[in-house]
Protein backbone atom coordinates (compact mmCIF):
# COMPACT_ATOMS: atom_id res chain seq x y z
CA UNK A 1 0.00 0.00 0.00
CA UNK A 2 0.98 3.49 -0.49
CA UNK A 3 1.86 5.20 2.81
CA UNK A 4 -0.64 7.45 4.45
CA UNK A 5 0.43 10.44 6.31
CA UNK A 6 -1.80 11.83 9.02
CA UNK A 7 -1.61 14.95 11.15
CA UNK A 8 -2.97 14.41 14.84
CA UNK A 9 -4.26 18.19 15.43
CA UNK A 10 -5.98 20.29 17.79
CA UNK A 11 -6.85 23.98 18.66
CA UNK A 12 -6.54 23.97 22.16
CA UNK A 13 -3.66 22.14 23.40
CA UNK A 14 -3.80 19.24 26.37
CA UNK A 15 -6.85 17.52 24.39
CA UNK A 16 -4.78 14.08 23.88
CA UNK A 17 -3.07 14.81 20.87
CA UNK A 18 1.08 13.07 21.73
CA UNK A 19 -1.41 10.34 23.67
CA UNK A 20 -3.72 9.36 20.43
CA UNK A 21 -0.34 9.50 18.08
CA UNK A 22 1.47 7.30 20.53
CA UNK A 23 -1.17 5.01 20.92
CA UNK A 24 -2.46 4.84 17.76
CA UNK A 25 0.50 4.76 16.56
CA UNK A 26 1.03 1.49 19.21
CA UNK A 27 -1.76 -0.23 17.88
CA UNK A 28 -1.02 0.33 14.28
CA UNK A 29 2.00 -1.55 14.55
CA UNK A 30 0.84 -4.33 16.38
CA UNK A 31 -1.98 -4.70 13.62
CA UNK A 32 1.61 -5.69 11.87
CA UNK A 33 1.49 -2.38 9.84
CA UNK A 34 4.67 -0.16 9.18
CA UNK A 35 3.99 2.90 11.27
CA UNK A 36 6.30 6.07 12.11
CA UNK A 37 5.35 8.38 15.10
CA UNK A 38 6.45 12.21 14.22
CA UNK A 39 6.87 14.56 16.88
CA UNK A 40 6.05 18.00 14.86
CA UNK A 41 5.41 19.91 18.66
CA UNK A 42 8.60 21.64 18.41
CA UNK A 43 8.17 23.77 21.33
CA UNK A 44 6.25 21.65 23.41
CA UNK A 45 8.05 18.38 22.40
CA UNK A 46 6.60 15.36 24.50
CA UNK A 47 6.28 12.17 22.55
CA UNK A 48 9.97 10.98 23.37
CA UNK A 49 8.76 11.65 26.94
CA UNK A 50 6.00 9.18 27.20
CA UNK A 51 9.17 6.32 25.53
CA UNK A 52 11.76 7.64 27.69
CA UNK A 53 13.49 8.29 24.36
CA UNK A 54 14.12 11.59 26.48
CA UNK A 55 17.48 11.70 26.35
CA UNK A 56 18.08 11.20 22.83
CA UNK A 57 20.95 13.48 21.23
CA UNK A 58 19.34 13.63 17.48
CA UNK A 59 16.05 14.29 17.40
CA UNK A 60 13.80 16.17 14.62
CA UNK A 61 15.34 20.00 16.04
CA UNK A 62 18.44 18.46 14.83
CA UNK A 63 17.21 17.76 11.23
CA UNK A 64 14.81 20.65 10.86
CA UNK A 65 18.14 22.63 11.90
CA UNK A 66 20.34 20.70 8.85
CA UNK A 67 22.77 19.56 11.69
CA UNK A 68 21.87 16.17 11.38
CA UNK A 69 19.93 13.48 8.93
CA UNK A 70 16.44 12.31 9.35
CA UNK A 71 17.48 8.58 9.54
CA UNK A 72 19.78 8.97 12.49
CA UNK A 73 16.56 10.61 14.05
CA UNK A 74 14.69 7.55 14.26
CA UNK A 75 14.22 5.07 17.44
CA UNK A 76 12.75 2.06 17.79
CA UNK A 77 9.57 1.82 19.33
CA UNK A 78 7.43 -0.91 20.83
CA UNK A 79 6.12 -3.59 18.02
CA UNK A 80 8.49 -2.40 15.62
CA UNK A 81 6.65 1.37 15.52
CA UNK A 82 9.55 3.96 14.35
CA UNK A 83 9.62 6.95 16.30
CA UNK A 84 11.20 10.31 15.71
CA UNK A 85 11.20 12.51 19.17
CA UNK A 86 12.12 16.21 19.35
CA UNK A 87 14.12 17.56 21.72
CA UNK A 88 13.04 19.42 24.92
CA UNK A 89 15.27 22.45 25.44
CA UNK A 90 14.30 25.81 24.07
CA UNK A 91 17.85 26.50 21.56
CA UNK A 92 16.64 23.34 19.95
CA UNK A 93 13.43 25.04 19.18
CA UNK A 94 14.88 27.88 17.77
CA UNK A 95 17.08 26.83 15.65
CA UNK A 96 14.40 24.51 14.03
CA UNK A 97 13.34 25.47 10.44
CA UNK A 98 9.48 23.89 10.48
CA UNK A 99 9.18 24.54 6.77
CA UNK A 100 11.72 21.75 6.30
CA UNK A 101 9.03 19.09 7.34
CA UNK A 102 7.66 18.39 4.22
CA UNK A 103 10.79 17.20 2.93
CA UNK A 104 11.76 15.15 6.17
CA UNK A 105 8.18 13.28 5.88
CA UNK A 106 9.41 12.83 2.04
CA UNK A 107 12.76 10.71 3.11
CA UNK A 108 10.64 8.72 5.94
CA UNK A 109 7.48 7.35 3.16
CA UNK A 110 10.33 4.41 1.96
CA UNK A 111 8.39 1.16 3.01
CA UNK A 112 5.73 2.88 5.43
CA UNK A 113 2.52 2.43 6.02
CA UNK A 114 1.52 4.79 8.05
CA UNK A 115 2.94 8.00 9.31
CA UNK A 116 1.51 10.00 11.95
CA UNK A 117 2.42 13.59 12.98
CA UNK A 118 2.17 15.54 16.69
CA UNK A 119 0.80 18.98 15.50
CA UNK A 120 1.28 21.59 17.89
CA UNK A 121 -1.55 23.41 19.00
CA UNK A 122 -3.26 26.71 18.11
CA UNK A 123 -2.77 28.20 14.93
CA UNK A 124 1.17 29.47 14.76
CA UNK A 125 3.17 28.43 11.62
CA UNK A 126 4.39 25.43 13.44
CA UNK A 127 1.16 24.47 13.39
CA UNK A 128 0.00 25.05 10.33
CA UNK A 129 2.65 23.36 8.27
CA UNK A 130 1.66 19.59 10.04
CA UNK A 131 -1.76 19.94 8.02
CA UNK A 132 -0.13 21.42 4.75
CA UNK A 133 1.86 18.26 4.69
CA UNK A 134 -0.88 15.33 5.48
CA UNK A 135 -2.75 13.41 3.36
CA UNK A 136 -5.37 13.26 6.49
CA UNK A 137 -6.07 15.35 9.14
CA UNK A 138 -7.56 14.04 12.36
CA UNK A 139 -8.83 16.69 14.97
CA UNK A 140 -8.37 15.38 18.76
CA UNK A 141 -11.56 17.80 20.90
CA UNK A 142 -13.03 17.30 24.23
CA UNK A 143 -16.52 17.42 25.25
CA UNK A 144 -16.61 21.18 26.24
CA UNK A 145 -17.70 23.60 24.00
CA UNK A 146 -13.89 25.58 24.20
CA UNK A 147 -12.57 22.71 22.62
CA UNK A 148 -15.30 22.54 19.65
CA UNK A 149 -14.51 26.08 19.03
CA UNK A 150 -10.74 25.82 19.12
CA UNK A 151 -11.01 22.94 16.83
CA UNK A 152 -13.06 24.72 14.19
CA UNK A 153 -10.32 27.28 13.71
CA UNK A 154 -8.01 24.23 12.87
CA UNK A 155 -10.49 23.08 10.70
CA UNK A 156 -11.11 26.14 8.60
CA UNK A 157 -7.11 26.44 8.33
CA UNK A 158 -6.82 22.80 7.04
CA UNK A 159 -9.39 24.02 4.09
CA UNK A 160 -7.11 27.03 3.46
CA UNK A 161 -4.35 24.72 2.97
CA UNK A 162 -6.00 22.55 0.56
CA UNK A 163 -6.58 19.86 2.87
CA UNK A 164 -9.84 18.46 4.51
CA UNK A 165 -10.68 16.50 7.86
CA UNK A 166 -11.37 13.34 8.09
CA UNK A 167 -12.80 13.70 11.32
CA UNK A 168 -12.90 14.15 15.04
CA UNK A 169 -11.63 12.05 18.02
CA UNK A 170 -13.42 12.92 21.10
CA UNK A 171 -10.98 12.18 24.01
CA UNK A 172 -11.82 12.28 27.65
CA UNK A 173 -15.32 11.51 27.46
CA UNK A 174 -17.47 10.58 30.48
CA UNK A 175 -21.24 9.42 30.77
CA UNK A 176 -22.67 12.93 31.95
CA UNK A 177 -25.69 13.89 30.08
CA UNK A 178 -24.63 17.45 29.81
CA UNK A 179 -21.99 16.32 27.47
CA UNK A 180 -21.19 17.01 24.30
CA UNK A 181 -21.60 13.65 22.51
CA UNK A 182 -20.88 13.06 18.53
CA UNK A 183 -24.24 14.77 17.15
CA UNK A 184 -23.37 18.15 18.93
CA UNK A 185 -19.60 17.68 17.51
CA UNK A 186 -21.06 16.86 13.85
CA UNK A 187 -23.44 19.35 14.42
CA UNK A 188 -21.39 22.38 15.74
CA UNK A 189 -18.02 21.03 13.19
CA UNK A 190 -19.46 19.53 10.28
CA UNK A 191 -17.20 16.36 10.66
CA UNK A 192 -17.61 12.63 12.33
CA UNK A 193 -16.42 11.67 15.39
CA UNK A 194 -14.69 8.25 13.93
CA UNK A 195 -13.93 7.47 17.53
CA UNK A 196 -14.72 8.36 21.35
CA UNK A 197 -11.99 7.42 23.92
CA UNK A 198 -13.29 7.59 27.38
CA UNK A 199 -11.21 9.28 30.13
CA UNK A 200 -9.23 6.42 31.74
CA UNK A 201 -6.95 6.82 34.38
CA UNK A 202 -4.77 4.03 32.75
CA UNK A 203 -3.59 6.78 30.60
CA UNK A 204 -1.61 8.81 33.51
CA UNK A 205 -0.82 5.82 34.91
CA UNK A 206 0.95 4.23 31.69
CA UNK A 207 2.60 7.51 30.52
CA UNK A 208 4.32 7.44 34.47
CA UNK A 209 5.76 3.80 33.36
CA UNK A 210 6.82 5.35 29.72
CA UNK A 211 4.94 2.82 28.10
CA UNK A 212 1.59 3.11 25.66
CA UNK A 213 -1.65 2.33 27.69
CA UNK A 214 -2.36 -0.12 24.81
CA UNK A 215 0.76 -1.90 26.03
CA UNK A 216 0.45 -1.48 29.45
CA UNK A 217 -3.44 -2.47 30.37
CA UNK A 218 -4.34 -3.74 26.61
CA UNK A 219 -7.87 -4.04 28.21
CA UNK A 220 -8.68 -0.67 29.69
CA UNK A 221 -11.24 1.16 28.18
CA UNK A 222 -9.14 3.87 26.75
CA UNK A 223 -7.39 0.90 25.41
CA UNK A 224 -9.59 -0.77 23.87
CA UNK A 225 -10.56 2.71 22.18
CA UNK A 226 -7.75 3.31 20.70
CA UNK A 227 -7.57 -0.15 19.17
CA UNK A 228 -10.70 -0.16 17.23
CA UNK A 229 -9.39 3.72 15.89
CA UNK A 230 -6.56 1.74 14.56
CA UNK A 231 -8.48 -1.01 13.26
CA UNK A 232 -10.68 1.63 11.68
CA UNK A 233 -7.99 3.25 10.07
CA UNK A 234 -6.44 -0.22 8.75
CA UNK A 235 -9.68 -1.17 7.64
CA UNK A 236 -9.78 -4.33 9.64
CA UNK A 237 -11.98 -5.73 12.07
CA UNK A 238 -11.72 -5.08 15.41
CA UNK A 239 -11.16 -7.96 17.65
CA UNK A 240 -12.43 -7.00 21.52
CA UNK A 241 -9.64 -8.58 24.14
CA UNK A 242 -10.83 -11.60 25.85
CA UNK A 243 -11.65 -10.01 29.16
CA UNK A 244 -10.93 -12.98 31.86
CA UNK A 245 -13.55 -12.69 35.44
CA UNK A 246 -11.49 -12.95 38.26
CA UNK A 247 -12.33 -15.76 40.36
CA UNK A 248 -12.98 -15.02 44.44
CA UNK A 249 -9.56 -16.46 45.18
CA UNK A 250 -7.77 -14.67 42.60
CA UNK A 251 -9.39 -11.39 44.18
CA UNK A 252 -8.19 -12.28 47.61
CA UNK A 253 -5.06 -13.10 46.96
CA UNK A 254 -4.39 -9.78 44.52
CA UNK A 255 -5.33 -8.20 47.69
CA UNK A 256 -2.86 -9.80 49.48
CA UNK A 257 0.01 -8.92 47.14
CA UNK A 258 -1.07 -5.25 47.24
CA UNK A 259 -0.44 -4.89 50.71
N1 LIG B 1 -8.47 9.44 27.67
C1 LIG B 1 -7.75 10.00 28.64
N2 LIG B 1 -7.99 9.70 29.93
C2 LIG B 1 -7.27 10.26 30.94
N3 LIG B 1 -6.27 11.14 30.75
C3 LIG B 1 -5.96 11.48 29.47
C4 LIG B 1 -6.68 10.93 28.36
N4 LIG B 1 -6.13 11.47 27.23
C5 LIG B 1 -5.14 12.29 27.63
N5 LIG B 1 -5.03 12.31 28.96
C6 LIG B 1 -4.07 13.10 29.77
O1 LIG B 1 -4.24 14.47 29.41
C7 LIG B 1 -3.00 15.15 29.41
C8 LIG B 1 -2.80 15.81 28.06
O2 LIG B 1 -2.67 14.82 27.05
P1 LIG B 1 -1.65 14.97 25.84
O3 LIG B 1 -1.79 13.76 24.98
O4 LIG B 1 -0.29 15.31 26.33
O5 LIG B 1 -2.30 16.24 25.11
P2 LIG B 1 -1.72 17.18 23.95
O6 LIG B 1 -0.65 16.42 23.25
O7 LIG B 1 -2.91 17.45 23.08
O8 LIG B 1 -1.21 18.41 24.61
C9 LIG B 1 -1.94 14.12 29.75
O9 LIG B 1 -1.64 14.21 31.13
C10 LIG B 1 -2.62 12.79 29.44
O10 LIG B 1 -2.13 11.73 30.25
MG1 LIG C 1 1.40 17.03 23.00
Do not use: C, W
Request: charged share 25%; net charge positive; no cysteine.
Amino acid sequence: MTVQVYTIASGKGGTGKTTTTLNLGTSLAMLGKKTIIIDADLGMANLGILLGLEQSKITLHEVLSGEAEVKDAIYDGPYGLKVVPSGLSLKGFQKSNPDKLKQVISALTDGMDYILIDAPAGISRDSIIPLAVADRVLLVVNPELSSLADALKIKTLTELVGKTVDGAILNRTENEKTEINSGKVKELLGMDVIEMIPEDANVRRAAAFKTPVVIRTPKSPASIAFKKLAAKIAGEKFVEPEVKKESFVERIVRAFRRK
